[in-house]
Every structure is written in C-alpha cells, then in structure tokens.
C-alpha cells in the first residue's frame, strides 16, 4: 500500500512512527536508539522501506542513548557517527543519558558531535562523563541550541558544588555554551546554575532539582525574561539569614513547585518556598508541598496580586492521610476569580465536603472554571471501612460532588455551565467490580454526570492506569 503513496507522504507517515522525547525523569532508562523502535524498526521490514527511511534524514535528527543500559556504553561512538551521519543538515535533538566511563569512546563521541554541533537544538549530556573538556579543545560552538539539559547523577541527594563541578566540567566548555544566543530551555539537575557561565537573557523555561531555595532564588535574579518555572526542591535545615529574603520575578507566568522534606524535626527545617515568592504576572501554578498544609497559598496569592487561570494543589507524599484543601474563601478571592483548570489531590473529606456545599449553591463561585480534576493516586475505590474521617476517598468525593453538580446545574437555569472537562481519578490499586456494583445501586449519582455528558463537557470517573476507561 506505502508503494503507491509519495515519498514525501510515506515519510510523514514514518515520522508518525516515532516515539516522543522522553522526559527529564526517564531520559536515562529509554533507549530510543534500540531497534525496536523507529527508525531502527523500519528498516527491517522491507527493502522499499529501508531505503525510503535512509534517504530521510529527517528521521535520523534526535539520537537518544541511554548509556548506563548494558553494553551500550562502548557502542554509543560508532553508533552516533552511523546515525547522526544520516540527518544531513536537519536541526537535531543528541540526548547522551548516563555516564560513559570509557575513555576512548567517551572521546571519540565528543569528536562525532563536534562535526555536527553548528545543527544541534537540543542536547542533554551529564555532568560526570568523561572527555567533555575535548568540546573546547575542539572549538566546539553551538550556535543552534534551542534547550539544553545537564545532569548530575553521581550523587541523587546532594547538589554538585561549585569545586566538584570544575572536576568533571572544566571552565573551557561553559565558555563554548557562553556563545549560544538561541538558548531558550534550560534543565539542571543537581547542576547550581551559579556554576555555569550561560546567555541568560533569551532563557524563558527552566527546570531545576536543587538541595535549597537560594538556587532558584539566585535564578530568578538572573534570568530577567523567563516565563515557566520547574523547580524540585529538597527542604534541609532553615537558613535563618535567607529565610527573609524576598524573591520577586515580574515576568514569570507558570510555576511548577515541588517540594520534600529532608528529615523528621519540622521546626527546624526551611518553610515552603512559596512563602519568600512574590510573582505578579503568575497564570499557572502547580504546587506539591512538602506537608499536607496548603496555608502557604493564601498570604501568597495575596502578596503577588495574581490572577491565576490554572491551579493544581496536591502533598508531595502521596500516603498522606489527607490534603487540606485551602477553604472556600480563598477561591473567591479575586486572584482565583477568573480560575479556568483546577487540579486537586487527595483532599481531606470535610474540607472537600464544604467545596463541594459551595460550589453547588452559589453559582458565582469559580464560575470561570473549565475543568476540574480530583485525584486519588494511592486510594482504591471502596466504602471506607477502616481510618480517620479525613482519609482521602475517591466513593466518599462522589458522593459530595454528584449532588453538588445537580444543584449547579439548576441554578444555570437554563444556561449551560462553563465547565467543559470534568476528571475523578484513583490510583492503580483498586476494585472494579466494587466500584461497578457502587455505580448501579446509586442511580442518583451516575445521572449528574451524565446530564454534564448530555452538555458536551467530557466527562472521566475511573482510574488512571493504562487503557483504563470511565466508569460512567
């Protein structure tokens, strides 16, 4: 059938056949490189298709080697010379994940990358490979590069400080990304932007997992322009001549902070990071906080004079006995007024009660809101039998939401509710057959959710492993 389509349309077809980027936290252990996938794949299904993939540079533009998968190591130069060498002059994605402790293959990739660093837009590389000081003795410049990632995995708990870092990442090649004007992503893991020497002005994502707040303090100081925020923080003991440091950034818009603690004694551990943020140009925060209190987020919202239109709140331990959901007054306040998507995790029981008492008599309240999501990632779907009356319970949410949906549809009379996407969700462990039996013999709950169907908002209540579909 591919025989009689256009090259052009096979090749498109092909480009659909390869999987995506992996993300920041798996970009280790997935070897797209593997024949398993495409491009690989395609190769070995017929002499047509091989010889439409290899005249396709296109498809040959991102190499993707995990290096700490077996045998790997010592094929990775061959390999990038083989592949890189069929993606002509396109802009190319090198992701170069683990460490290579062979020398001499560790130098000559660094020689095959110098040969195609002037079309490089994305690159990955961690911190502690070998021959990487070779870029700058190579004259290595990347006036391409769009995102650029580095990893420190030598030591998952602790941040590379500035003198280890001089070991394994000299000077010289700092100096070599010193020149990319293009960089607009930027991904450190363990890596103190303090310690590299980068064009900060064109920087308007970045993502960082870091030991304290200070790093991402002192990188919102240092990049005026930036945009989206990622930041993994792990919480030590407080800093009492930083704790009243302010930190404000005037053009963020998006806020993803995550945030764990580093021990048992909270009294003396730093507090959240939302406590020194003032952010007025914020549309979108996703917070996991290292406690299952939220009272961070009021005097936040107020010291930054937001107008949020994407808010997801959940702990960061997801065993917690429950979430205390910030109370109703704080979503009416103006800088919630306009919510568009909010995102709750395992919420206490009597607070999201009282959510849900609102929301279905006062038809002011969020009444911007598109989409709604209640999760319960380590919940199974049962009537509770056992625990706290604060437990987090996906049966007891439903029970609290479905009347809430009703009432509020009432009061719409007549108009249709803006809210278009509604999402509860549980984790994998769990049973379908008690929640089946639930929805059966509580005809009265099912119907609200189907009457939101009836009005086209998309409608999800089931689990969230793959292949799983709606209850309702």
């Not at 993994?232 to 818009?253: F, N, V, W, Y």
């Not at 959901?325 to 995790?345: C, R, W, Y």
């Amino acid at each position: 059938m591919l025989n009689s389509l256009p090259v052009e349309l096979v090749v498109e077809i092909f480009l659909r056949c390869i999987p995506p980027s992996p993300s920041v936290f798996e970009v280790d252990r997935i070897d797209l490189c593997a024949p398993r996938y495409a491009p690989l794949l395609l190769t070995q299904i017929c002499s047509s298709w091989r010889n439409i993939a290899l005249s396709a540079p296109v498809l040959w533009s991102r190499f993707n080697v995990a290096c700490n998968l077996v045998n790997r190591r010592r094929q990775v130069a061959q390999l990038a010379d083989l592949w890189l060498s069929r993606s002509g002059d396109c802009l190319l994605e090198v992701h170069l994940a683990g460490a290579m402790f062979e020398v001499a293959s560790a130098e000559s990739f660094v020689a095959t990358l110098a040969q195609h660093a002037t079309h490089i837009g994305v690159l990955t590389l961690w911190v502690d490979n070998v021959a990487l000081g070779r870029i700058d003795e190579l004259r290595m410049t990347f006036p391409a590069i769009q995102e650029l990632r580095l990893f420190n995995k030598r030591n998952r708990t602790h941040t590379l400080t500035a003198p280890g870092i001089e070991e394994v990442w000299s000077a010289s090649v700092a100096q070599s990304l010193a020149s990319a004007s293009t960089l607009c992503r930027l991904v450190l893991w363990g890596v103190p932007l303090s310690c590299l020497d980068l064009p900060c002005t064109h920087i308007t994502s970045f993502c960082a997992t870091q030991e304290d707040f200070n790093q991402v303090a002192h990188a919102l100081q240092n990049l005026p322009n930036l945009i989206s925020l990622e930041a993994h923080l792990h919480l030590r003991e407080a800093d009492p001549q930083s704790e009243s440091l302010p930190c404000i950034h005037e053009k963020l818009r998006s806020l993803s902070l995550k945030e764990t603690r580093g021990g048992w004694l909270a009294e003396f551990q730093s507090p959240s990071a939302l406590t020194r943020l003032t952010l007025p140009s914020l549309e979108e925060l996703h917070w996991s906080c290292p406690d299952e209190d939220s009272s961070a987020l009021d005097p936040f919202l107020d010291r930054s004079s937001v107008c949020l239109r994407k808010l997801h709140l959940s702990p960061m331990a997801i065993w917690v006995a429950g979430f205390d959901l910030p109370g109703t007054a704080v979503f009416k306040k103006p800088s919630l007024a306009g919510l568009q998507e909010l995102g709750i995790s395992s919420p206490k029981a009597d607070d999201f009660d009282r959510f849900c008492n609102v929301l279905g008599s006062d038809p002011t309240f969020l009444h911007e809101l598109r989409r709604l999501i209640v999760s319960f990632p380590a919940s199974r779907f049962r009537q509770r039998q056992n625990g706290t009356q604060d437990a987090p319970d996906p049966h007891a949410a439903i029970q609290h939401l479905a009347p809430a949906i009703r009432s509020r549809m009432a009061l719409a009379q007549g108009k249709p509710w803006m809210l278009r996407s509604l999402n509860i969700n549980w984790g994998h462990s769990w049973d379908r057959q008690g929640a089946v039996s639930f929805f059966e013999s509580a005809p009265e709950l099912v119907e609200p959710f189907r009457a939101l169907r009836t009005q086209g908002v998309d409608v999800y209540v089931g689990g969230t492993w793959r292949r799983a579909a709606s209850l309702i």
